[in-house]
């Protein structure tokens, strides 16, 4: 049997942008649910971490000078009336976390301030989990949407899934949805992106949304070799050595990545946490105690010995690609359906180039409270459905006889989208055949994959996406034939200034890809 029930807004995802939605949305006057593939408060990319936030005081110098930070590193990008917007929102929900959140934010000993320019994920989300109760917002843990539904003239009106726990089928219809689902980091381990596999993009896709940046979604972190932890921005005082343990000129965890890669395509590399001093040092396992808890398991102190690193790619979850957002609500190009955090494009504030935690945090809470407030007041006018349909393809109805698993979907697409030789440093000749690659593992998909259990179909929707996310990836990367941000290309290494503009991109059976122009004309270049 199929449990049903409706509400005015939906909610799909548990991290913060959803938590934010969900607050948002109750505050506008309208009923929630939200149905989170994991348990909301421990599941995604923030719970098990440390971040920092994009936190700035309304001075107008420390403003610019935040804004200033990234522009370059983002092939100018990014747009200055959405980071004020970001800046100005992120400030006053950090403030409310302190109050109506109850975050226990640490003092500074000196002045007696409150210091709110991070968070600690686990207590950060076990907060906005017992916020989202008080309010009266119904959540539904290990219920993974599985796919849209619709009504006749194709607006989003709800979505359908399983519940895990209760091995039980869900339809659930509502005035609006926000998609929050998270970015998609392919399966590569890394920490807490085990939810992360693009599930959003495919459902979004399927509806017909268009997206933006999605060429710039090869993010790849510094890790110790064999870690699930991605903290890069602690490796800024590393220094890095070759294996003969000469200091490898060039290496950095901002610029100068690429050297590590190349550099790891023919020999270990070592890194050494030689730069920072005794208070930075006490400061760090402060900020980041998971960061260190694997190296006292090994006994090692990274401050004063070498360690092996690897690098691990997260994919959208740190690259700033995703769903596109058409106005100030976070709506998408489908109505009824919105989107918040790492499932929306990020090129709004980071441009071409991650943001790292500080402002995929502060776009999480801030493109959270819109869409989630834009939801509502859609919802409300619109009124609750009566008919719906789920438009959910491959994965679910397979067209043929299910004859190929998830797991070998999975395999094969991450063959063509983990290695940082095929998706960190970019050729076009090493993208062509991934991508064409990946072409036939849809169409094989679309024709053999599909399961007859619940968690069956959970992980053939997985794979579905993963896949999809990785040929718009792809045929946004060729599109842009020049470096810009991090979509960086050996075959047109210089910037082209003919090409500051955005690339949207969409469809499943036949992607499109064309410039930022496009969404108002309508018209796209096939690909």
């Not at 938590?19 to 421990?42: F, N, P």
Request: hydrophobic share 40%; aromatic share 8%; glycine share 12%.
């Amino acid at each position: 049997m199929t449990w049903q029930t409706t509400t005015d807004v939906l909610i799909i995802g548990g991290g913060p942008a959803a938590s934010w939605a969900a607050i948002h949305a109750r505050e506008a006057g309208a009923d929630v649910i939200l149905v989170d593939k994991g348990y909301c408060g421990t599941s995604g990319a923030t719970a098990p971490s440390g971040t920092g936030v994009w936190y700035v005081a309304r001075e107008e110098t420390a403003r610019a000078n935040a804004k200033a930070s990234r522009e370059a590193l983002g092939g100018y990008l990014a747009d200055h009336y959405w980071m004020d917007r970001v800046l100005d929102q992120t400030y006053a929900n950090m403030n409310r976390l302190a109050t109506e959140g109850r975050y226990p934010f640490p003092v500074d000993p000196a002045t007696g301030a409150s210091l709110r320019t991070g968070v600690q994920g686990p207590e950060y989300m076990r907060r906005m989990r017992a916020w989202l109760n008080r309010i009266g917002v119904r959540i539904l843990d290990h219920s993974p949407a599985l796919e849209l539904l619709v009504d006749d003239s194709g607006a989003v009106r709800g979505a359908a899934g399983h519940q895990r726990q209760l091995d039980r089928d869900y339809r659930i219809t509502a005035g609006a949805v926000v998609l929050a689902t998270g970015g998609c980091a392919f399966l590569s381990r890394a920490l807490g992106t085990n939810v992360d596999t693009g599930d959003g993009a495919l459902m979004a896709a399927e509806a017909g949304a268009t997206f933006s940046g999605m060429e710039f979604s090869n993010a790849y972190a510094i890790v110790p070799k064999g870690s699930t932890i991605t903290k890069t921005a602690y490796y800024g005082y590393a220094t890095f050595f070759g294996e003969d343990g000469s200091v490898l000129e060039g290496a950095g965890s901002t610029k100068g990545r690429s050297v590590i890669a190349r550099t790891l395509l023919r020999e270990k590399v070592f890194a050494q946490l030689d730069r920072a001093d005794a208070t930075v040092q006490e400061q760090m396992r402060v900020g980041q105690p998971n960061f260190f808890l694997q190296f006292d398991r090994r006994g090692i102190d990274p401050f004063t010995q070498r360690f092996e690193i690897d690098l691990l790619a997260e994919g959208t979850v740190r690259g700033t690609g995703g769903i596109d957002v058409i106005d100030d609500d976070c709506a998408t190009t489908v109505p009824g359906l919105y989107v918040a955090g790492d499932a929306a494009t990020r090129e709004r504030i980071c441009g071409g180039f991650t943001g790292g935690g500080s402002h995929n945090a502060a776009w999480a809470m801030s493109s959270g409270s819109w869409a989630g407030g834009g939801a509502a007041r859609h919802a409300l006018e619109a009124g609750r459905p009566t008919a719906v349909h789920g438009i959910g393809g491959v994965g679910l109805r397979p067209s043929e006889s299910p004859s190929v698993t998830a797991d070998e979907i999975v395999t094969a697409a991450q063959h063509e989208l983990l290695p940082f030789e095929k998706n960190y440093l970019r050729h076009g000749d090493r993208m062509r055949p991934a991508l064409a690659r990946l072409d036939e593992l849809w169409d094989t998909a679309a024709a053999h994959l599909g399961g007859s259990t619940g968690d069956e179909r959970v992980r053939a929707r997985q794979a579905a996406a993963i896949t999809a996310v990785g040929r718009l990836m792809y045929r946004s990367a060729l599109a842009r034939t020049e470096t810009r941000g991090m979509s960086k290309r050996a075959d047109h290494p210089e910037l082209d200034p003919e090409q500051h503009h955005h690339l949207l991109s969409g469809g499943l059976d036949q992607p499109w890809v064309g410039p930022a122009s496009t969404r108002d004309a309508g018209l796209a270049v096939a690909s």
